[in-house]
């Protein structure tokens, strides 16, 4: 893994449920000199309507043809779209502006391995990019995450494990994924922030660790 860079450009991580947009947002609200970057739709430049509409497809129409239209090796492909956007953002970016971005390639490439492609040539090319200074983790407890996403009525299928969403396979997947990233980031400066209260607590915390 390169070395991270020197320009002011931070990751906000964290598994399904732990509200990084809604935080993002906030922090964004209160950092006015702060670029956010994500390939959510709030976020996204009016420039950039593809990344929108290739969200959709693949929740939409890839996930649910997943292992008999479409393989784990085309998904992979299409989600590789919004690691190299977000790649591609950062490097137009001023190099004096500070930037928060959501997620990077760490909790997509998680998904993939837990997709079923545990290596991949592409691992290598994402983990060539530019990285952080340092990684913000937003923990949040499998149980809180379920119950924010309706019970699972909410959730897609990258996001749990088994045929439908069902508590047991959603624990299971989350606990997998949080291992995962955390492994790829294991060479960064991680600031771990525990689960909070409310989005007000958690963007306190992440303003704090940013303006340090």
């Known amino acids: 893994m390169p070395a991270a860079s020197d320009r002011p450009f931070y990751v906000l991580l964290g598994p399904d449920g732990a509200g990084k947009s809604s935080v993002l947002t906030e922090v964004g609200?209160?950092?006015?000199?702060?670029?956010?970057?994500?390939?959510?739709?709030?976020?996204?430049?009016?420039g950039h309507p593809l990344i929108s509409r290739l969200r959709r497809d693949v929740v939409q129409d890839v996930l649910p043809g997943l292992g008999t239209h479409y393989s784990a090796d085309f998904l992979a492909c299409l989600l590789q779209t919004a690691v190299v956007h977000l790649r591609d953002q950062l490097e137009r970016q001023p190099g004096e502006l500070p930037l928060l971005m959501d997620s990077y390639?760490?909790?997509?490439?998680?998904?993939?391995?837990?997709?079923?492609?545990?290596?991949?040539?592409?691992y290598a090319w994402w983990r060539s990019f530019p990285q952080p200074r340092a990684v913000l983790y937003l923990d949040v407890s499998p149980a809180s995450a379920w119950r924010r996403s309706g019970n699972g009525?909410?959730?897609?299928?990258?996001?749990?494990?088994?045929?439908?969403?069902?508590?047991?396979?959603?624990?299971?997947?989350?606990?997998?994924l949080r291992e995962l990233m955390l492994e790829e980031v294991r060479e960064l400066p991680v600031t771990v922030i525990g689960e909070q209260s409310c989005v007000n607590r958690t963007a306190d915390a992440v303003t704090e660790v940013l303006a340090a």
């Open 29 to 46: 609200n209160r950092l006015p000199g702060w670029r956010m970057l994500s390939t959510d739709d709030d976020f996204a430049h009016s």
């Open 105 to 122: 390639y760490y909790k997509i490439l998680a998904k993939c391995r837990l997709a079923g492609i545990p290596t991949n040539p592409m």
């Open 153 to 176: 009525a909410r959730l897609n299928p990258l996001e749990y494990f088994g045929e439908r969403p069902e508590w047991p396979g959603f624990e299971s997947y989350q606990k997998s």
